[in-house]
């Protein structure tokens, strides 16, 4: 069975500062994607990872991939405020019985 | 394109009474999702169609929900009886292909 797990669950720092968001998971992957979602909102797609060290880039967010370890980062840059919400890493498995799984998600606060 | 549509956006029921939720996905998309979000549990995926044939339901948790999705333009979440745990925001979601998804603005469920 497909499993996604994220750390930290809670994350609040300070603006300015840089943190990393974690997403392992616990088989072969196809694909992994990164959403945000804003209180009281939908999710939103932020990133999609395709191959074993992808690197993609959008202002002061920044995700890659490592297949071989089965790890997702999403590393934050000097956090501003707008940036406090919540993330998702989001893994499946098309040529595997189809099987595709949500991690738990990351609160992040953005304190000023 | 409109996105995914949900209906409605709300919805207020009493304990007993049979609810139905509604979502039109984006055109061209072959894949569609249903998800349950709550604070105490977070994201939870319900059930996944592939060109209209149920693929995985095994987050479906009990009997007094149904999916279907009578054609490519249309699914519906139905829930009979409705109990006060079921109050959540309920997501429709879409892709082309198992790819990114793209969601609905979501229905707010509140069962009384």
Redesign the interface.
């Known amino acids: 069975e497909l499993k996604v797990e994220q750390n930290p669950l809670f994350l609040s720092m300070q603006e300015g500062k840089n943190y990393t968001i974690y997403c392992n998971y616990s088989t072969t992957s196809d694909?992994l994607?990164w959403?945000r979602q804003d209180p009281g909102?939908?999710?939103?797609?932020l990133f999609?990872l395709l191959s074993n060290g992808a690197v993609k880039q959008e202002g002061r967010l920044m995700a890659s991939l490592d297949t071989k370890a089965r790890l997702s980062t999403l590393h934050i840059t000097a956090a501003v405020h707008d940036l406090s919400a919540t993330y998702?890493c989001?893994v499946?498995m098309?040529y595997n019985n189809?099987?595709?799984?949500?991690g738990?998600?990351t609160r992040l606060t953005v304190k000023p | 394109d409109a996105g995914v549509i949900q209906s409605p956006r709300h919805e207020v029921t009493e304990m007993g009474q049979e609810v139905t939720l509604r979502c039109k996905p984006i055109s061209g998309h072959d894949y569609l999702f249903w998800y349950r979000q709550t604070m105490m549990r977070?994201?939870e995926?319900l059930i996944?169609f592939?060109n209209n044939v149920p693929?995985?339901d095994s987050g479906m948790p009990e009997d007094r929900f149904s999916a279907k999705m009578p054609n490519a333009s249309f699914s519906t979440l139905k829930i009979q009886p409705s109990e006060p745990r079921d109050s959540a925001v309920y997501?429709c979601?879409s892709s082309r292909?198992?790819?990114?998804?793209?969601?609905?603005?979501?229905t707010r469920l509140t069962v009384t």
């Open positions: 694909r994607y959403y909102k939908s999710l939103e797609s999609v998702f989001a499946d098309e189809n099987d595709m799984r949500f738990a998600g | 977070g994201l995926l996944y592939n693929i995985d997501f979601a292909y198992l790819y990114e998804q793209y969601f609905g603005p979501g």
